[in-house]
């Protein structure tokens, strides 16, 4: 199975990047194997667009999972959109996270369970209330 975990470097024990689109290297390891290819994510240097732009690179390695700390919702969408899960939670090298995908102690990503949205890094912690006595038409 080919798995894409994000790091700091190119080898297995470097740290694992907890950015999804700003990892400098996607490391497209085997696990059947234990062979591992970095690849430099291009697009970690964009302005914008970077989760998204890092999605289509994993696609194109022919992923069949990725490995990460945390995703945005757009390339969520990407991966999702090819059938490629995302495990999130990751930490340490690469390998100890490819390890603890190996047995299945990284949760899978999912944008519709409760409480997934913190782990994606946007949002989903208490919603702010307005202050008491500030209804609509009233200044904050």
Known sequence: MKVVVTSEGNRMDDAVDPRFGRAPTLLLTDTETGGFE????????RGSGAGIG????AVKLGAHAVVTGRVGPKASQVLEAAH???YVGASGSVQEALDAFKAGRLKRFDEKAP??????????????????????????
């Open 38 to 45: 970095a690849v430099s994510n291009e697009a970690a240097m």
């Open 54 to 57: 890092t999605a289509e690179t």
């Open 84 to 86: 490629v899960p995302v």
């Open 115 to 140: 409480g997934t949205k913190s782990e994606s890094g946007r949002g989903g912690g208490r919603r702010r209330s307005a202050r008491k006595g500030a209804g609509p038409g009233r200044r904050h």
